[in-house]
């Protein structure tokens, strides 16, 4: 190669490389202004569906983090309000569960929860959830001993989370009663069809560089306008034959049995409760057929079935709220989550089951 050919070689390379990083400099000043434009406006875009638990998780990173194992977790401590919410204030502790700190005075004993977001108390206060009014409770009815509520219920989890996050954070805090509630979460149809427990999460790396990336709002609008183009009404495949929900039925009863075995193992008292839905009796048109109803029907059967084949003491919550009229305040648009009359309810049937848990320690 002659000199002049290698000079002109050296200065297109030269040129090629110079319009690459005016093009890279170009593209970073666009995502810096659109970033601060987004922020300025207020705009915290997210994938919406009136059925909270279908928006991605990931898109409220003020709300939760994602983790390797869990998929996602509370972001903690904080007392937050957040679109992801509608409405209300949260104190979110250190170890990503709603409420206070919690206290590992031996002296105390723990009643734990795990759960969704029926647990966590969705739009409630926490005065108001049924873990606070349960343990309120005991703490005035039984003044010889101290109990504390640890509230496991978090938002959009699955049992097969649940059983997880038991493991993790709820078994070292030895709670002397476990409280297990499913089903919603379960039902719901799979994203991408992959089941929870299929579902690949990153870790190392690319999860920490995730997590940072979710905190960026164009990140968030491009995600949304993805998805608002190329996801369909998930509640129409729900119960469809080509659908799969988040966790199947028979690893439902595994994953509940999994979370029973886990406390028996640290002598801990499993509660299970049925999974309440307004009746459609009662709140609903006549003839009203819902596929909906249909499949939370099948998950409260694996409970129940679970409960007596086990011996497993069982508060079956879904009969009793179809005696009442009023726990749900509008099951157009929310038949998930039943309000604050629906949780002091759950709380009264709790209390005798509770007692009976705590008779034999109680005598000591």
């Known amino acids: 190669m002659s000199p002049l050919a290698e000079v002109t070689d050296s200065s297109n390379a030269s040129s090629v490389s110079k319009k690459a990083l005016y093009g890279l400099l170009v593209f970073f000043l666009f995502l810096l202004f659109a970033e601060g434009a987004l922020r300025i406006l207020q705009v915290k875009p997210a994938f919406a569906n009136r059925f909270f638990v279908f928006n991605r998780n990931y898109d409220y990173p003020e709300v939760f983090e994602r983790d390797a194992e869990l998929l996602w977790r ?63 409770s005991l703490n005035h009815g039984l003044e010889e001993q101290s109990f504390q509520a640890i509230d496991g219920g978090i938002p959009g989890y699955s049992s097969y989370q649940g059983k997880l996050f038991f493991q993790k954070y709820l ?76 966790v199947p039925l028979k690893q439902f009863g595994e994953n509940l049995m999994s979370i029973i075995e886990q406390a028996k193992a640290i002598g801990s008292y499993p509660i299970l409760l049925t999974s309440p839905i307004p009746s459609l009796e009662t709140y609903y048109p006549p003839h009203r057929r819902s596929p909906m109803h249909d499949a939370h029907y099948r998950y409260n059967r694996i409970i129940r079935g679970i409960a007596f ?39 009264q049937l709790l209390y005798p089951a509770i007692i009976e848990a705590l008779a034999d320690s109680l005598k000591r």
């Open 74 to 136: 509370l972001r903690g401590p904080q007392r937050i309000e957040s679109r992801f919410f509608d409405r209300g204030e949260y104190l979110i502790n250190s170890l990503g569960m709603r409420g206070e700190e919690i206290s590992y005075d031996t002296s105390l004993v723990n009643i734990a929860a795990v759960g969704n977001s029926c647990t966590f108390g969705w739009q409630v206060s926490e005065d108001d959830t049924y873990l606070f009014q349960l343990v309120d």
């Open 171 to 246: 078994a070292p805090l030895n709670p002397k009663v476990t409280l297990i509630m499913f089903g919603w979460n379960d039902q719901w149809a799979a994203s991408g069809n992959i089941i929870d427990s299929e579902q690949e999460t990153p870790s190392g790396f690319l999860l920490s560089a995730l997590k940072v990336v979710n905190r960026l709002r164009v990140y968030r609008l491009l995600r949304q306008l993805i998805l608002q183009a190329i996801e369909p009404e998930i509640l129409e495949t729900v119960g469809q034959r080509d659908s799969r929900p988040r």
């Open 309 to 347: 084949e086990n011996d497993i003491a069982l508060v079956d919550l879904a009969a009793e709220f179809n005696l009442h009229d009023d726990l749900f305040t509008d099951v157009t648009m929310d038949p998930i989550h039943f309000n604050a009359r629906g949780h002091k309810l759950v709380a």
